[in-house]
């Protein structure tokens, strides 16, 4: 990676994961492109009587004192924020959150789901949204959140990095790569689809209007300001504020036909295509198509991705026994091959818990033999989600009639480098490992991309490729092992 001047200006990406978030700096120049994380803080759920909420709040806090510290490395000339899709929160008449956003993993969303899908059936909310059937849509949470009293006293809604982009500036808006997940929006017009949320006794004003990656959000409210250190005047760059959208604007692809992996708590595996694939076929086989980057499509799977191997090893650290990452993989190298596999997306696999005990539960119920030790069980996850890799990849380019020549592995789990072999072995296909901060990097250039200094969205990626240090994997040997791992996972799932 190429030093970059301290002239060039600096852009905060505020990155909030699922267990963490991050503010990082990024500067650009002509050829160059350096991160350098400035503040990282955990993000951790409450699980309250009511449910398992965020602690927003805490997130808040977390961003603001990344921010300042941004602000130490230089002038800040924007800030943009990209968060998980799906969850969001509500404001009042005056504007205040209406309590703590739900979690996607709470367990109400199940039968509020199934409530929707009576009024409005799967084909037809598919052939409006595109979308993946997932039970935390937010068109399936909103049926849960009904019920209660703030539902009365609520009058916008907000997914969550709108929220954050409130706070900071006091403008409500709703970006379209993340409001494309909601199942509320119209995926062929590019709009909230008005029949679904009349249709299902929403009120529209909830709604506020859409907002396009590149454009400016706001500047800073005085208190964030003053508290941050940064120029009252900081723009807030509206970014691709759901992060696998992000993540894949900064796919390092060179080469028409490339497929991606965005790979950490979940895996998103898909294509980018320039139009929705909305057939019955496409539901059938529950993929999603979800806005990307200038008008693109993001067309793919969610998979339930490294979340199996950090939980096991929550699991493990609960039990006093806490072996680290490097030496979990080593013995996942040595285990047998193929000796267990499982379909990550299992629903038992969905909420946090003991992930041994119940990938145990799910070998069991399939007649395969528990694995020997915490290698047995890292090589049962990983051999699976390449396995998944490469059902939904081939899967996908069925569906969208394309041929895929390469596979490009990017975010946390392009560290992983079993991962990233068995996928090339599964796949037969090349993989490119990285840039494995895709999303603040995807991030950080559309804003740089939003003052003028990089292009379209080919010249993004090639400073991307000329800039990150990425890996290569060529496949090895034949596929027969997959082949007959693949079809006897197959089986199992019935």
């Known amino acids: 990676m190429s030093a970059t001047s301290r002239e060039d200006p600096v852009f905060a990406a505020v990155d909030l994961g699922a267990t963490s978030g991050r503010v990082i700096t990024g500067r650009v120049g002509p050829g160059e492109l350096v991160l350098t994380e400035a503040h990282r803080f955990a993000n951790v759920p409450v ?4 449910g398992l909420r965020w602690d927003v709040l805490a997130l808040y806090q977390g961003m603001l004192d990344g921010l300042r510290a941004a602000a130490r490395s230089g002038p800040v000339a924007s800030v943009g924020i990209d968060t998980w899709a799906v969850d969001y929160g509500l404001l009042d008449a005056d504007g205040s959150l209406l309590g703590m956003p739900f979690h996607y993993r709470d367990d109400r969303n199940g039968p509020a789901a199934a409530k929707v899908l009576a009024g409005v059936g799967a084909r037809e909310l598919y052939e ?23 539902w009365g006293a609520a009058r916008t809604l907000l997914l969550m990095p709108d929220l954050l982009v409130y706070w900071l500036t006091g403008t409500v808006g709703a970006e379209v790569t993340n409001a494309s997940t909601t199942g509320l929006f119209d995926t062929r017009a590019g709009r909230w689809s008005d029949a679904l949320i009349g249709g299902l006794g929403l009120e529209r004003t909830l709604f506020p209007p859409l907002r396009e990656p590149g454009s400016r959000a706001g500047t ?22 759901h992060d696998t959208a992000s993540a894949v604007a900064a796919v390092p692809a060179r080469e028409p036909g490339f497929a991606y992996v965005s790979c950490g708590t979940w895996s998103l595996a898909g294509l980018e295509l320039d139009a929705p694939v909305l057939t019955e076929e496409s539901r059938a086989a529950n993929f999603t198509n979800e806005r990307g980057v200038d008008g693109t499509v993001r067309y793919l799977r969610n998979i339930m991705g490294m979340w199996l191997l950090e939980e ?19 013995d996942a190298a040595r285990a047998r091959p193929f000796a267990a596999v499982v379909d990550p997306d299992d629903p038992v696999f969905l909420a946090p818990g003991d992930m041994p005990s119940r990938i145990d539960s799910v070998l069991a119920r399939t007649g395969q033999a528990v694995p020997d030790g915490p290698g047995g069980y890292v090589r049962c996850v990983l051999e699976s989600l390449a396995l998944a ?32 072999r068995w996928t090339a072995d599964a796949t037969g296909l090349p993989v490119t490992a990285g840039p494995a901060e895709a999303t603040a990097l995807g991030n950080v250039l559309l804003q740089a991309r939003a003052h003028g200094l990089v292009g379209d969205l080919g010249g993004l990626r090639r400073l991307v490729a000329s800039t990150q240090e990425l890996r290569h994997y060529a496949p090895r040997g034949d596929l027969s092992a997959w082949d007959r791992a693949a ?5 199992a799932r019935g």
């Open 312 to 330: 096991c090893r929550r699991t493990w650290a609960r039990g006093g026994h806490s072996p680290g990452l490097g030496a979990l993989l080593a």
């Open 220 to 241: 800073l409210l005085a208190q964030a300001a003053d508290f941050t250190g940064l120029a009252p005047d900081t723009p807030v760059t509206t970014v691709a504020s």
């Open 487 to 491: 079809e006897r996972l197959e089986a």
């Open 128 to 150: 409006v949204t595109g979308l993946q059937h997932l039970p935390f849509n937010t068109v399936f949470q909103l049926a849960a959140h009904r019920s209660t009293a703030q």
């Open 389 to 420: 890799h490469r059902r939904t990849l081939r899967r996908a380019a069925a569906l969208a009639g394309r041929e895929l020549t390469h596979v490009h592995l990017v975010g946390g789990g392009s560290r992983n480098e079993l991962l990233c």
């Open 47 to 50: 699980r309250l009587p009511d």
